[in-house]
């Protein structure tokens, strides 16, 4: 993923004949209206397909006007809504993408899951590990293991350590490439049970935690160069924010120990303070930018689950997201297309573009979450 957000111009216009909202909405001046999360989140994520997916490569388009050209990471975030609708509905037509984009990613990635970008690796193999606990597929789990040996090569002791960002930019740790990798081996851990993937999961969690987190007010700041030893603590994104959290997160789980818990609780309190436009998730531009706050709301959503979640901070991050998520369905959802912006207060029009409609598409699936498991 660049380090750069790339600005992503709509062309022209595309009509799109989807299932349509119009009706099914709650008025948004009802307060009291109550909205059926899991409808939404059919109607999200099968328009995801109907307006992305490309049948003939098997994978999915950057725009929503059919614009073909492949990026890598965002295929991953797309398999993960794909996998959150069958693990919700248990609908096979969600279970008959897996094994196409299995295929397709691969080719269009010349004929490989190995990237030059760590965090894009990352990823992929998140998401790829997340369909082996889906299926029991081995194939799954053994193209995950295959990419976490591709990045354990990134770690080296520049700044004290961490996953590199990009091959050939040894000097360059960012967050981008840690918290990912953190998850993605304390999530080995706990599925194979593997003590290396554990101490892996340690050792870059202590990394960053030292090197690129603010005690004082949850911060997590970008990156650091390690030729001059310059931290960038002008770049905070919800993304960053959201790995750090799901990091503490996947480490609590292991250890049970309440300081990964506080941690989490710290970073989420400064996303949902600071990084917010009247209490609703800035926008952070498109292209990549346009990901970034859905992957937040994904890591956000399992601090949620947490039972030690002390139940004050439970109803105040479980209102914070109720609140996005209602905005965005009653005020930044185009109809009848169901295609979702930069802005979750504005809807995009007659198209939009993949990473945007991702970030929507991850909220609404994580409403939809939290309602089926009666919280919200």
């Not at 080719?107 to 990823?123: A, G, I, Q």
Request: some cysteine; charged content about 20%.
């Amino acid at each position: 993923m660049k380090k750069f957000l790339i600005l992503f111009t709509i062309l022209s216009l595309y009509h799109f004949s989807a299932c349509g909202k119009s009706g099914d909405q709650p008025d948004p001046g009802g307060e009291e209206a109550q909205i059926d999360w899991a409808d939404a989140a059919d109607k999200s994520t099968n328009v995801l397909l109907r307006s992305f997916w490309n049948a003939g490569g098997k994978y999915f388009n950057y725009d929503s006007n059919g614009k073909t050209d492949f990026h890598y990471w965002p295929q991953a975030h797309a398999l993960d809504v794909l996998v959150d609708a069958y693990t919700r509905t248990g609908d096979a037509t969600y279970k008959s993408y897996f094994d196409q984009w299995f295929e397709g990613v691969r080719v269009k990635n010349n004929n490989t899951f190995w990237n030059e970008y760590y965090d894009d690796m990352e990823w992929n193999a998140l998401a790829i590990l997340r369909v082996y606990q889906a299926t029991n597929d081995v194939r799954y789990k053994e193209a995950a293991l295959e990419i976490w040996e591709y990045i354990k090569v990134g770690w080296n002791s520049n700044a004290g350590g961490g996953v590199t960002w990009k091959k050939g930019m040894e000097y360059s740790k960012n967050a981008c490439s840690n918290g990912p990798a953190c998850i993605l081996a304390a999530r080995l851990y706990q599925e194979f049970r593997n003590e290396d993937d554990k101490e892996w999961a340690l050792k870059i969690y202590n990394w960053e935690k030292s090197t690129l987190f603010n005690a004082n007010n949850g911060m997590i700041y970008d990156n650091i160069n390690s030729e001059t030893g310059e931290i960038q603590k002008n770049w905070i994104f919800t993304y960053n924010q959201g790995t750090f959290i799901g990091s503490a997160v996947e480490l609590y789980k292991i250890f049970g120990e309440r300081a990964y818990l506080n941690d989490a609780i710290l970073a989420a309190d400064h996303t949902i303070s600071s990084l917010v436009d009247n209490s609703i998730l800035k926008s952070e531009g498109t292209g990549d930018g346009g990901l970034f706050k859905g992957i937040f709301i994904r890591y956000f959503t399992d601090l949620i689950r947490q039972d030690r979640l002390d139940a004050v901070a439970a109803k105040r991050y479980i209102q914070f997201l109720r609140h996005n998520a209602e905005t965005l369905w009653n005020e930044g959802t185009s109809v009848p297309q169901v295609f979702y912006g930069p802005n979750w207060r504005t809807a995009p029009g007659a198209s939009t573009g993949l990473t945007e409609q991702l970030s929507g598409s991850m909220l609404i699936e994580a409403a939809a979450l939290l309602q089926s498991k009666k919280l919200l």
